[in-house]
């Protein structure tokens, strides 16, 4: 399992990975906290961003749309002021 340098984020899952057009990314928040994704080529150059706004605390599953972007392997950064959770992620 990944570990965070704290507990106040939590990234439970993204899937499916690889994915065709959306990804659905399972996070808890032990906060209230402005909450975004980011996706980042692997050059680290931003393909997209999506910003869930104020979410107070809880289990969330958000889906987003990647269907525009081309085949290959991404950075899936989820951040908020405190805290930077990445995955790699694969579009088929």
Known sequence: SIKNKTTDLVMLSAYPNPFIDE?????????????????????????KEFDFGNLSRGLYIKTINLQDIARGAYKLILSNNNDIIERTIEKF
């Open 23 to 47: 990804i659905k990314i399972q996070f808890n928040t032990a906060t209230s906290t402005n909450l975004k994704a980011s996706i980042f080529d692997l050059s680290g150059k931003l393909v």
